[in-house]
């Protein structure tokens, strides 16, 4: 069985990442208590590596003048952020620059209280991410490549432990690394006509971002080696038949069919009590690799955490007056 002080650990760092401020709850184990008081720490060390990010970003703006930024970010309405891949001449493949920005946007993103849900999408046509920069990884010296792979990795990481939910709208090619940022995402829309796969083991390597960790927790272990052993390449409908995706929308002729439907679902998200959607995160992620026992009291930490909220008592008041709530994220 394993150890509910190994995953607690883990649960607090999902859980507390939240925007709401911590309650202290009499009931706690003193080893919880611990954890909780070793996660504060770790988030004011978080606070200085966004300033650190954000600072050197600004730094790096002022010497690039007019250079065109690869990544966009987009606050829509009721809290929908989108990210936006906007590397035309790569093919929004995963270069230094690239992923600077998306480190800076990760670092910053997990801080705004009026985030409620991201949607990553690409604005060049016919493309989401082609994975890895291969012309530049070409020029990387060997000891260089290791390095690069682990920063993607536990970038991937990181926005997949963002609290609130990510939505990939794949409306074009999302090969290697391209799938494996999809994979750390919590919802994946595709088109029909979009290519995805692990193809890593054609150029005689393997996924290293998470991908065979990630499709396998996804899709189960036999049909994950199956498709990083043949580097398959699946069209929308044959992701959705292995379930690597949650929906496959017929391609329109703007070529935004995932997008569309990426906001749709962002849309019915934002409606909901935002705490209760971040506990929900954290419960399902921290509960899904251990015993049901350690689940469940994961699950009961998460609905605790909701009780004291004015957003409770707010959709109870509505649903009693007839009118929607309108939630405020306290």
């Known amino acids: 069985m394993i150890s509910l002080r190994s995953n607690l650990a883990k649960f607090t760092k999902n859980a507390l990442n939240s925007n709401l401020k911590y309650r202290r709850i009499s009931s706690l184990s003193p080893i919880l208590s611990k954890f909780i008081a070793e996660n504060n720490l770790k988030i004011k060390k978080e606070n200085k590596i966004l300033y650190s990010y954000l600072s050197s970003s600004s730094q790096k703006s002022s010497t690039t003048g007019s250079e065109q930024s690869e990544l966009i970010v987009q606050h829509l309405s009721e809290g929908i952020v989108e990210l936006q891949l906007n590397r035309s001449l790569g093919k929004n493949a995963l270069s230094k620059k690239l992923l600077f920005e998306f480190e800076v946007f990760v670092n910053s993103v997990r801080y705004d209280r009026k985030a409620r849900c991201i949607i990553i999408r690409s604005l060049v046509p016919g493309v989401f991410c082609a994975g890895a920069d291969l012309k530049e990884r070409a020029k990387m010296q060997q000891e260089e490549v290791g390095p690069f792979v682990s920063r993607t990795r ?41 290519k995805m ?10 996924p290293g971002a998470g991908g065979t960790q990630r499709l396998t927790k996804l899709i189960g272990i036999a049909k994950a080696k199956e498709l990083i052993y043949t580097a398959k390449i699946l069209d929308g409908d044959e992701a959705l038949k292995f379930g690597v995706v949650n929906y496959s929308e017929k391609q329109n002729d703007q070529g935004d ?12 998200i934002v409606k909901n009590g935002p705490i209760a959607v971040q506990m929900a995160k954290s419960a399902i992620d921290s509960g899904a690799d251990v015993d049901l026992n350690t689940g469940l009291k994961i699950e009961e ?30």
């Open 154 to 194: 536990k970038l991937f990481d990181e926005l997949s432990r963002l609290p609130v939910p990510i939505i990939a709208a794949i409306d074009g090619v999302a090969l290697g690394g391209g799938l494996e940022m999809t994979l750390a995402c919590d919802i994946r829309v595709a088109s029909s006509s979009a």
């Open 197 to 206: 796969g692990l193809v890593e083991t054609k150029l005689a390597i393997i």
């Open 257 to 268: 069919a995932a997008y569309k439907k990426a906001l749709q679902i962002a849309g019915e």
């Open 301 to 330: 930490l998460c609905y605790s955490r909701l009780i004291p909220t004015k957003d409770r008592i707010e959709g109870l008041t509505a649903f009693k007056e007839k009118r929607p709530p309108k939630y405020q994220g306290e």
